[in-house]
């Protein structure tokens, strides 16, 4: 593997599991709090451009981090719906 391939694979790691932590947030306190939706939704889309990049490019190093980003986001969205219908 080349420093080039090298650096990507790190970038992606770092990126794809960035929402991570406030995943994790989110499970422990059960309490959405301020999460921005529209943070949530443009982060969503952008995503998805960057997985039909990759797909265009046969990238699998994108097509897989933005897909495990994918669902952290995804992840986020429905457990606030979810913790935010209970405080209601």
Do not use: C, H
Not at 19 to 27: A, F, S, Y
Request: proline share 2%; net charge positive.
């Amino acid at each position: 593997m080349d420093g080039d391939t090298l650096i990507g694979v790190f970038a992606s790691i770092g990126t794809g599991i960035s929402l991570l932590p406030q995943l994790i947030k989110l499970i422990k306190e059960k309490k959405p709090g301020d999460i921005s939706y529209g943070m949530l939704g443009v982060l969503f889309i952008g995503l998805l451009l960057w997985i039909w990049y990759g797909i265009r490019k046969e990238d699998w190093i994108i097509i897989i981090s933005n897909s495990v980003s994918v669902i952290l986001n995804a992840s986020i969205f429905i457990l606030s719906l979810v913790y935010k219908k209970k405080e209601a």
